[in-house]
């Protein structure tokens, strides 16, 4: 089944203390993006891969790292967590980055930073 | 900037009743338009888009959509709506420059019986 798998989907930290949600596809799509969700807000890019080794910054990229070192997967990094970071976070991917491909997204994952 | 509005937050409404969720997007030369929805505790599912060609673009589950270019819209529809349509819908936009979505803020959609 194609799909994109992300985990954990349910985290409840400190601030502070380092963090990694992973990001997994299987159906070799050369795009992938992180996506946070908050209330009133929409979603917001946090980060993008066009492919491998090719990262690049979104719209709110401040306090988040990604890797990008196999096609399939694509970890969105916290350092150093803080409470404004308590969100709901997405990731997704798709064929190439043009405009015609859908993008599919993952199940979230539900941070929450004390 | 390049900038999706959706004008209502929350819309309630009764099962079998019409609806209408309204998207604006912000005038480019080429834009690519989509509806995602988002069931409670799950992540988002394409529901339609429009790409070129035919201005009326309709889902699997009798939503459809109207590309208006002269207004910039792209409002989604359903002439009766189901309990199981309570979700968040989403807009977004696709630009030519970069091709990230750019997503609209939410409509949360409550059928009630």
């Known amino acids: 089944e194609a799909q994109v798998t992300q985990n954990p989907r349910y985290l409840i930290t400190v601030t502070g203390k380092k963090l990694t949600v992973t990001c997994s596809q299987n159906?070799?799509?050369?795009?992938m993006s992180w996506y946070r969700q908050d209330p009133g807000l929409g979603l917001r890019q946090i980060y993008y891969s066009m492919n491998v080794e090719v990262t690049d910054k979104g719209d709110v990229p401040e306090g988040y790292k990604v890797s990008r070192k196999e096609k399939r997967n694509f970890p969105l990094i916290l350092e150093s967590p803080s409470p404004n970071q308590t969100s709901l976070y997405f990731c997704a991917s798709s064929r190439f980055l043009a405009s015609n491909y859908e993008q599919y997204f993952g199940p979230g994952t539900r941070l929450t930073v004390t | 900037a390049q900038s999706v509005t959706q004008l209502d937050s929350q819309v309630p409404v009764f099962e079998e009743a019409p609806v209408e969720l309204r998207c604006n997007y912000s005038s480019s030369v080429s834009v690519y338009l989509f509806w995602y929805v988002q069931y409670p505790n799950q992540g988002l599912q394409l529901l339609l888009k429009?790409?070129?060609?035919?201005?009326l673009v309709e889902s699997i589950n009798g939503f459809e959509a109207e590309f208006n270019k002269s207004q910039t819209s792209f409002h989604l529809r359903k002439p009766s709506v189901h309990i199981s349509d309570t979700a968040e819908y989403f807009c977004a936009a696709r630009y030519n420059q970069g091709g990230k979505l750019i997503f609209g803020q939410g409509t949360e959609l409550s059928v009630k019986p």
């Open positions: 159906m070799n799509h050369e795009y």
């Open positions: 429009y790409l070129s060609g035919s201005t």
